[in-house]
């Protein structure tokens, strides 16, 4: 193997690999340099994205969905079961093959595009030299005209509930649960802890989730929060806002959370308890001395827009730098990158990264809140479907939620698009690709969608924004 490279990246995870491979398909020499190792200690590209987050965690997901509506829904359809029971091994074993295919398929992609995967830990050093200690322990170094930063994040440790395994967990250890805990407490009413705790509810769990926040979802759309909010109660996920965790003893074989909220001290007993309260940037031993690379005050890489961090070839994408902490967003920052280093044309619109939470019914947005838009003071419209309204929503006896869409007055430009539903993860790609090319309400009206389908829900709403909805009641 060469010491020299055009572009070495450091970290495989969702936004490292792409790099590689896209460099790689550029016609770059590339080595990417990836320290993952999952629990049986063998080492796996993907980082915590495909080993031990978004594609375990949907796993797991799907799983425990299936399962709930064998047992709540399927009499409806006419399909009388009896004698369903819950094999929580066999879940985890689909899973854990899930993810083995994803990271192998990793390795794949980069024996196509003629990338060197090395397993082990990359360091960068001044002068574009990166110090790689493999996964023998040997040492080397490696020289690029190019290194691409993309070390990824990991969970936050909260100081009042410290990791101690098995009963004050992270999020891939509640993704390791061998079996349904039958009271369990998830800290964080995020993304990750409702995700999380919607698996193990579906699977017999009390679920109970202390949220920090005064409101749920402060990030997305409030009357797609409140929505939100009223399906994990129906479901029986207790959430508690407002609540400040003060401790966590384990007392035997349970973990007792003391807590406090505005009526004052309290305790909570759980079999398990789901530290979900975030992630940090994880650019630890990733740094030696004199390299001119910046890290802010929280822990991030300090970089452009265009992801350079202001050293001449050190480029830095994914969680380890400002913006969302998401897989896709990460992917597209390493594209972006590794094109630009080819000579060619890259770059990360920030205003349509679509997010979505993927609970049951599924919560996805992009662009602005009906909120950030009324704070700008520009004049606004709104146009609301719901999904009991769509013929194949109650069809497939999903007929829960909403989809909404925020307009300009002046212009009709589409500011923001939110959805709480069936599929709302899929249905909100067709928002993106429109506000990606700058469309207006009426662009939406004007299309054609398949019936009955989903996406009905969204035209509809570009209907309603004129109050000249087909299928709902115009207000």
Known sequence: MSDTFDVIVIGGGPAGYPAAIRAGQNKLTVACIDEWRNRDGNYAFGGTCLNAGCIPSKALLESSELYHRAREEFAVHGIKLTGV?????????????????????????????????LHGHGKLLSGRRVAYTGADGSQRELTAKHVVLASGSVPTELKSAPFKDPYIIDSWGALELQAAPRRLGVIGAGVIGLELGSVWRRLGSEVTVLEALPELLPMADQQVAKEAARQFKKQGIDIRLGTQVRAAKILGDAVEVSYEDATGAHTLTVDRLIVAAGRRPYTGELLGEGTGVEIDARGFIKVDEH?????????????????????????????????????????????????????????AWVGQTEQQVKASGRAYKLGVFPFPANGRARAMEQALGFAKIVAAQDDDEILGVHIIGPMAGELIAEAVLAMEYAASSEDLQRTIHAHPTLAEALHEAALAADKRAIDALNR
């Not at 091994?89 to 993810?99: D, E, F, P």
């Not at 480029?315 to 992917?331: F, I, N, Q, T």
Request: glycine fraction near 14%; charged fraction near 20%; charge should be positive.
């Open 85 to 117: 029971s819950l094999d929580v091994a066999q879940m985890q074993r689909r899973k854990a093959g899930i993810v083995k295919a994803s990271t192998q398929g990793i390795t794949a992609l980069f024996k196509a595009a003629g990338v060197t995967g």
């Open 307 to 363: 992801c350079r961090t202001g050293v001449e070839g050190v480029w830095a994408v994914g969680d380890c730098v400002r913006g969302p902490m998401l897989a896709h967003k990460g992917k597209e920052e390493g594209v972006m990158v590794a094109d630009m280093i080819a000579g060619r044309y890259g770059e990360v619109n920030y205003k349509v990264i679509p997010a979505v939470i993927y609970t049951a019914p599924e919560i």
